[in-house]
């Protein structure tokens, strides 16, 4: 069993990037490496690269994700720890594959239309491309399965489409057609202003999210001045479907103490979010303190962070260079 899954390099992380990638990983980890599995976790930088950034920016955001993905959880120990782009096989096997995938395919993906907007004329062809880089970081691995949400299931289906094709056009059983992971779902977590919105580093209060750098003051504050609205909470969770607000309180609540949220609003029932935030905010402090403190050292030892992600990608480099040499023979590229 191997799994693989990666993380484009955004910058700014916050609780949602947390709840929803990163604990997600660190718990598979452990699954996996109980399993006597292999786990390999990314940051897609060449990814990060398909919409204009800043060269200083993407380095320090990926600087920033690997240094918060080790105080998170992810044990370099225990799982591969890389950067995209110290591995080549990625780029290479991604050509190759762009000469088996169809454009037809990468018409039907909706990613792009939805990034893309109206201005698909003007979007960078690696935006339009990248679906086929995605197959790449997994089949280059020979992956067994790939954690996947519910926006991402299209591409996994796109990798599997590739492999097929591959291996009856070449007459081979090459590559691995991955299955998707699924465990526990990730929780959606909401803007702390807004509920309808999912938080966002974009949003231009940073009130509306917890940034895992913001201090404990800031962490208390902003759960104590979240949007919420005056009933009390009810007997169950399903009583909050029309109460957004709400449910994302008790949905973060649960996500960080490792609870169901029907368990949550069972201990809170009747009880006003006067008391409910005020016990959020201290558990989001106690959880959320240490990954701050250890992000903070990590930051100040950039030497240690590059020496993981530098052993991280020779390891990968390993495991990735006879995949790549089978395909190109199977092309008849080596001679």
């Known amino acids: 069993m191997r799994v693989v899954s990666g993380i484009k390099p955004t910058g700014n992380l916050h609780l949602g990037n947390y709840l929803g990638a990163i604990k997600q990983w660190v718990g598979m980890q452990a699954d996996v490496d109980a399993a006597g599995g292999e786990s390999m976790y990314f940051i897609a930088d ?10 200083a920016a993407l380095h320090a955001n990926t600087f920033e994700i690997a240094a918060a993905m080790i ?19 990625h780029s290479e096997l991604s050509w190759l594959l762009n000469n ?27 935006l339009y491309d990248y679906p086929v880089l995605m197959a790449a970081d997994v089949l280059i691995y020979s992956t067994t399965h790939v954690p996947v949400g519910e926006d991402q299931k299209q591409h996994l289906e796109l990798a599997r489409d590739i492999a097929a094709k591959f291996n009856l056009d070449y007459g081979v059983e090459l590559l691995v057609q991955p299955e998707p992971l699924v465990s526990k779902e990730a929780p959606r977590i909401m803007s702390l202003r807004d509920a309808t919105q999912k938080m966002s580093k974009s949003n231009p209060s940073d009130a509306a999210r917890i940034n895992l750098i913001d201090d404990d003051d800031a962490i208390a504050q902003k759960f104590r001045k979240a949007k919420t609205d005056p009933e009390p909470l009810g007997e169950t969770f399903e009583d909050l479907k029309d ?14 103490s490792d609870r169901t949220p029907q368990d949550v609003v069972a201990e809170y029932a009747g009880q006003g979010f006067g008391s409910f935030k005020p016990a959020l905010a201290d558990l989001a402090v106690a959880k959320l303190g240490p990954i701050r403190d250890e992000m903070v050292r990590l930051t100040a030892d950039r030497a240690a962070v590059d020496a993981v992600l530098r052993d991280g990608s020779d390891r990968a480099a390993a495991l990735a260079a006879p995949l790549l040499r089978k395909v190109q023979e199977t092309m008849g590229l080596l001679v």
């Open 46 to 55: 060449l990814h990060g690269l398909t919409e204009w950034i800043e060269p």
């Open 71 to 89: 105080a998170s959880g992810i044990d370099p120990k225990k799982s591969i720890l890389f950067n995209q782009a110290r591995v080549p096989a």
């Open 243 to 256: 109460r957004p607000e709400a449910k994302n309180l008790v949905t973060i609540f649960a996500a960080l």
């Open 100 to 126: 088996v995938a169809r454009v037809g395919w990468l018409n039907r993906m909706t990613q792009f239309k939805d990034k893309a907007g109206k201005n698909r004329e003007g979007a960078s062809v690696g």
